[in-house]
């Protein structure tokens, strides 16, 4: 499935850097084609409002840290945030209650087990091994400031808008599909109460965290969502600071780790770069230092993963030299242009 070789093109080596604007563009180009070769996975049904998803709709964007934007197809196109609302929630929690007390309270260890396991939960006492994952990030959303629920949401979609640089919104349809099919996450939120682990009403909680699963993107806002980790927390668009450095980097190890639920060791295996999946169709990859690639294909593979998505990804990261634990010998300096683009003979 992954599609990885590259050979029609020339590759880059792992640098701090990507290459110039137009090589970036034909490389997307190439991406977007190979990634129309793939037919294979199917739109998420288990959410009702999702089943109608147009299976070959595309959109992919990629969003340099300097602000810079390349993107193709349906680029624009509106579809819930879903799982990948887990990374920007945890980060803006993170920033709350610190680095310590994210770890002691929501964990940070992949389970090996579907995204909406209980088996994990009652494997590890009660205890969230990671907000990757639906008993996590339930956990993460408790932790959320506030007074009321109402605060509490507030404070997740102003949050989750500065990391977009824009605005975002709710998908009333979505959110009520999710809300009368949510039983297994309203009994995840229950044990992880009986256990001590989750602050707060359980209902209220899993209503909080279906709203944000439900919040409107595109691709666009993804790659620039993802582009404001990759900054160490500065949003590349409109330079502000959303959160910390070491924020990010909490939140972008993580997505490495257990960020495609049970594929997540065969992702960075391929891919080699922290990601982040949700049912609706989106993927979000990001290259820390570099930037980051938002796509939208809801053809999911049997673990919940964008199948286009992931084709795409595996592609860019190979072409363009993002795969972090690739390297080569250096170019000399005068092998470099004033773009950080090695120049070719």
């Keep these: ?59 992919i964007a990629i969003t340099e840290r300097n602000g810079r934007v390349h993107q193709l197809g349906s680029y624009d196109h509106a579809f819930s945030i879903q799982s990948i609302s887990k990374v920007f929630v945890y980060a803006l929690v993170c920033e709350v209650i610190g680095h310590e007390a994210a770890l002691k309270t929501i964990g940070v260890n992949a389970t090996g ?15 969230p091994l990671n907000p990757m994952v639906n008993a996590g990030a339930i956990a993460t959303t ?17 949050g989750l808008s500065a990391f977009a640089g824009r605005p975002l919104a709710m998908d009333e349809d979505v959110y009520r599909s999710e809300a009368l099919t949510n039983q297994r996450n309203q009994g995840i939120a229950r044990l992880l109460n009986a256990y001590g682990y989750l602050k707060g009403d359980s209902d209220e909680t899993v209503d909080v965290y279906t709203r944000q ?70 993927l979000l990859t990001v290259a820390p230092g570099k930037g980051a690639v938002g796509s939208y ?24 030299g993002l795969n972090l634990f690739a390297s080569s010998p250096g170019a000399a300096s005068s092998d470099v242009d004033e773009e950080g683009a090695e120049k070719h003979e």
């Design 1 to 59: 499935m992954w599609d990885l070789d590259v050979s029609d093109i020339r590759q880059y080596a792992a640098t701090g850097r990507l290459p110039a604007a137009s090589e970036v563009d034909g490389i997307l180009e190439r991406a977007r084609e190979r990634a129309f070769r793939h037919h294979e996975g199917k739109v998420a049904d288990y959410i009702p409002a999702l089943a109608n998803a147009d299976p070959e709709v595309f959109g």
């Design 113 to 127: 087990l579907p995204f909406n396991s209980v088996m994990a939960l009652e494997l590890n006492g009660g205890h």
């Design 142 to 158: 408790s932790c959320v400031p506030g007074n009321s629920a109402a605060e509490r949401w507030e404070f997740i979609q102003s």
């Design 213 to 282: 699963c439900s919040l409107l993107v595109d691709a666009h806002d993804l790659s620039v969502m993802g582009a404001t980790l990759a900054d160490g927390g500065v949003n590349p668009v409109t330079g502000k600071r959303i959160v910390g450095e070491q924020v990010a980097r909490d939140a972008l190890a993580v997505m490495a780790t257990a960020g495609l639920y049970e594929r997540s060791g065969e992702w960075l295996v391929q891919i080699g770069l922290p990601g982040k999946s949700g049912v609706a169709g989106g």
């Design 297 to 320: 294909a809801p053809r999911l593979d049997e673990a919940g993963n964008s199948v286009r998505g992931q084709v795409a990804a595996a592609y860019l990261s190979r072409a363009l």
